[in-house]
């Protein structure tokens, strides 16, 4: 069974800092690998996603991720954090037919 | 996503009752998702459905059931609702193809509290 595990209820950070939201995978055979963003009384947005190539993925709103095989990681980065980026932060992880998602990180970033 | 919109936004019901949440999209695509929130737990699925003809149980099925009843419409129904299936419900849509690896996109999501 595939599984998906964000080690943190919460981050903080202070604007202008950089940021990283962690994330580990277990999926049977090539994971592909995703990110998603929940604003308040809002749905998921699509952030970024890992499929194949290079490691280093970017996305939406200056976001980036790391995808380390070894480590089974795929960890959330922003070389510098916005008070808008305060939001709820799920990873997913798929082998072929479903998604599974993490249980979410909140990400607060302080003025 | 303005394209995925799910009706109604908020539901009160009592233990007991049949309810039913709709999902449309018009974004034409032939995957549709059903998915739970709860505070801790991630965002959980419940059925899945890659065409109009095939339904799949996810993770959580027990109390639930779904209809396809065109491309653009996956409702799901409570059969007879309980306490613990308040929660907030999401509905998914996706392309199909991409073997997983395609994106999805959410619905604003249905708040139910069952009483």
């Known amino acids: 069974a595939q599984s998906v595990a964000q080690p943190e209820d919460q981050v903080n950070v202070a604007e202008g800092n950089p940021l990283t939201v962690k994330c580990t995978y277990s999926v049977s055979g090539n994971p592909y690998l995703f990110w998603y963003v929940q604003y308040p009384n809002r749905g998921l947005q699509f952030l970024l996603k890992?499929?194949?190539?290079?490691?280093l993925v970017k996305g939406s709103y200056g976001f980036e991720a790391e995808f380390n095989k070894s480590q089974t990681s795929f960890h959330l980065k922003k070389p510098s954090a916005l008070v808008s980026d305060s939001a709820l932060y799920f990873c997913?992880?798929?082998?072929?037919?479903?998604?599974?998602f993490g249980s979410g990180t909140r990400l607060q970033v302080q003025p | 996503d303005a394209d995925v919109t799910q009706t109604p936004r908020n539901r009160i019901t009592k233990t007991g009752k049949r309810i039913m949440l709709e999902c449309s999209q018009t974004?034409?695509?032939?995957?549709m998702y059903w998915y739970r929130q709860d505070p801790g737990l991630g965002l959980r699925l419940i059925y899945y459905s890659f065409d109009v003809k095939d339904i799949n149980k996810g993770e959580i099925s027990d109390g639930y059931s779904v209809s396809r009843q065109a491309q653009a419409k996956f409702s799901l129904s409570l059969e007879s609702a309980i306490p613990n299936q308040t929660a907030l419900y999401f509905c998914?849509?996706?392309?199909?193809w991409g073997q997983g690896t395609e994106t999805q996109y959410f619905g604003p999501g249905t708040r139910l509290l069952v009483l």
């Open positions: 997913a992880a798929t082998g072929r037919r479903a998604l599974t």
């Open positions: 974004k034409g695509h032939d995957r």
């Open positions: 998914a849509t996706s392309d199909s």
């Open positions: 890992y499929i194949t190539g290079d490691n």
